[in-house]
């Protein structure tokens, strides 16, 4: 069904889908297929492209001449990028979708139901599927989650103007951490829903010794702004030695740059830990049992996959 940019069903609420493309021309088609087999009438589509050079760009407007097009000149990051979506977005639900991901028909109705009948849900995702999984059996609609992966989420406009989007300081990963953690804290719950399923190809920029520094750049930041220095201090003493062992054993002197940055911005980063700690709604030490429950869940979850 093609996607209506007007809407005046209560029942069905615009959607808006915000994509954030870099060279994914290999990617998109596959994606933009599945996504126009959604069954959801009352969508719209943004895509942000970070001045991909493998003609992602024009594959947007062979693929998807209905999407709007934003065309940026330099890599400004995934969550600047998903920031500049949402301000042009019109929905009252946000979902952020990457181009690696195919969804499955029914996806968005089910998210946009699910989340109706929890109005203390500001985020809610699918079920997201990794190649060779098969899924689950559902034993309920929905659950409480510490936090929810970037490739398909879906948030509540308010809950998204409340927390001020996407942490901009993270070029990428733990951006998707940081704004579910926010959100509890802030008061809202965290979901995912068992019976909407994606499919993720993990066709980005996962993995790989790159990226090892914006990790424990960004893992080290979330930790400083949300968590209580109880946790802060063994995370930090823990990422210390995994990181000495990181430049010690394949040497990567890059990942000294994670813990520099963190140094010259931690009056910063300490200004908005105040501001989290004092507009928080629920104690750090709730969030910390759903991040031991999420953690137990996932390890349970690898074990069945092996």
């Known amino acids: ?5 007007r809407n005046d069903n209560p029942a069905t609420p615009l959607v808006s889908l915000i994509m954030v493309t870099y060279n994914s ?3 998109l088609p596959a ?3 599945a996504l126009a087999a959604t069954r959801y ?3 719209e589509l943004l895509i942000v492209d970070n001045a991909s050079n493998d003609g992602t760009t024009v594959l947007v407007t062979e693929h998807a001449p209905q999407a709007q097009l934003v065309a940026n000149r330099e890599n400004l990051g995934f969550g600047c990028a998903c920031n500049q ?4 977005a019109q929905g009252a639900l946000l979902v952020f979708l990457n181009p690696d991901v195919l969804v499955t028909p029914n ?3 089910l998210l946009v139901e699910h989340i109706a009948a929890h109005p203390e849900a500001g985020i809610i995702c699918p079920t997201t599927l990794y190649p060779g999984e098969t899924p689950p059996p559902v034993h309920t609609l929905v659950g409480e989650t510490a936090a929810v992966p970037g490739c398909a989420l879906m948030i509540r406009r308010d809950a998204w103007q409340q927390l001020g989007g996407f942490d901009e300081r993270y070029f990428l990963y733990w951006e998707d951490t940081d704004l579910c953690w926010r959100a509890w804290l802030a008061g809202w719950r965290v979901l995912e829903d ?4 994606v499919y993720h190809e993990r066709g980005g920029s996962a993995g790989g010794r790159r990226w090892d520094a914006e990790a424990t ?3 080290l930041h979330t930790y400083l702004k949300t968590m209580r220095w109880r946790r802060v201090l063994p995370f930090s003493a823990s990422l210390a030695l995994k990181t000495a062992a990181k430049i010690i054993r394949f040497r990567q002197p890059a990942l000294l740059g994670a813990w520099a940055w963190n140094a010259h911005h931690l009056g910063e980063t300490l200004a908005m830990r105040r501001e989290i700690q004092r507009t928080r709604r629920i104690a750090p030490a709730a969030l910390e049992q759903r991040i031991a429950a999420h953690t137990a869940r996932n390890r349970h979850a690898r074990r069945n996959r092996h």
């Open 1 to 5: 069904m093609p996607p209506s940019q």
């Open 25 to 27: 021309a290999a990617l």
């Open 31 to 33: 994606c933009l297929e």
């Open 41 to 43: 009438p009352a969508y």
């Open 85 to 88: 979506g949402a301000q042009a």
């Open 107 to 109: 996806w968005l109705t």
């Open 194 to 197: 068992f019976t909407a399923l």
């Open 217 to 219: 750049k960004n893992s």
